[in-house]
C-alpha cells in the first residue's frame, strides 16, 4: 500500500473516531425530546365537537338564559376521556376557537343565532352519538 493511501486511510480513521465519539456524546449534551402520545381515532370529531360546545357557551346566555353549562360539560368529556396534556389543550383551544367565532358575530340573540344555535344542538348531538357508537366501549 502506498504512504498516500495509508495516510488518508489513518485520517479517515481518525475523523470517524471523532464522529463516534460526538454521536456517544449527543444523548448526554442535547435534551431529549419529550414523547407525544398518539390521537385516538376519534380526536378530530373530539375537537369538532369541543368546538360546537364552545359555540354554544357563548350564543346559550344570548338565547336562551340558565340553559345548559356547556363549559362544565366539556369539562366532564374532557375528565372522562383522559388525555395527555397535549391532546386536553387542543380541546380546550378548539372549545375556545367555537366562542371566539361566535362572539364577533353576536351581541345580542337575533332570529340568526337562535338558528345557528338550533343547528349546533343538532349537529352536537349528532357528532357525540356518533363517536360513543363508533367508539365506546
Not at 337562535?114 to 363517536?131: G, K, P
Amino acid at each position: 500500500m502506498s504512504r498516500l493511501a495509508a495516510d488518508a486511510i489513518a485520517r479517515l480513521t481518525n475523523s470517524m473516531r471523532r464522529a463516534l465519539a460526538l454521536l456517544l456524546l449527543m444523548p448526554i449534551v442535547l435534551p431529549p425530546l419529550p414523547a407525544l402520545a398518539i390521537d385516538p381515532p376519534y380526536e378530530a370529531q373530539m375537537e369538532h365537537l369541543a368546538e360546537i360546545l364552545g359555540s354554544l357557551y357563548f350564543l346559550n346566555p344570548l338565547c336562551r338564559p340558565g340553559g345548559t353549562d356547556w363549559r362544565a360539560e366539556l369539562s366532564d368529556l374532557v375528565r372522562l376521556d383522559q388525555p395527555d396534556e397535549d391532546r386536553q389543550q387542543r380541546l380546550y383551544g378548539a372549545f375556545n376557537t367555537g366562542y371566539t367565532a361566535y362572539s364577533r358575530l353576536y351581541r345580542t340573540c337575533t332570529p340568526s343565532a337562535s338558528e345557528a344555535m338550533s343547528r349546533l344542538l343538532i349537529e352536537a348531538e349528532a357528532t357525540a352519538r356518533d363517536i360513543h357508537t363508533r367508539y365506546a366501549e
